[in-house]
Nanobody
């Protein structure tokens, strides 16, 4: 079983940048797709970005396309989410997750993911 720990969240102003990290331990995660999701108060958890095991293919939510970049370093067992031009509506708890579905997939639904981290808070002030 993979264990995931997110870090890098914080309080920033609109227009600032943050980089979130997700450190994996336990079972090897290098062959599995990884995703980032977020959940704002009173809202459902929503897809943000995902990356195939090789790092060469990615998918993004429309709301973050062009501002956020997902990447992974399998040698370090770490997935990153670079967030630029942050907006107040990006405020949420951000979660990373791993799916044991086919390594060739890039799922965008939360139910497709099997293991989740505890989340890291991102707050963007206007």
């Amino acid at each position: 079983q993979v264990q995931l720990v997110e870090s890098g969240g914080g309080l920033v102003q609109a227009g600032d940048s943050l980089r979130l990290s997700c450190q994996a331990s336990g079972r090897s995660f290098s062959t599995y797709p990884m995703g980032w999701f977020r959940q704002a108060p009173g809202k459902e958890r929503e897809f943000v970005a995902a990356v195939r095991w090789s790092g060469g293919s990615t998918r993004y939510a429309d709301s973050v396309q062009g501002r956020f970049t997902i990447s992974r370093d399998n040698a370090k067992n770490t997935v990153y989410l670079q967030m630029n031009s942050l907006k107040p509506e990006d405020t949420a708890v951000y979660y990373c997750a791993v799916t044991y579905l086919s390594p060739l997939t890039i799922p965008t639904t939360a139910r497709s993911y099997d293991v989740w981290g505890q989340g890291t808070q991102v707050t963007v002030s206007s």
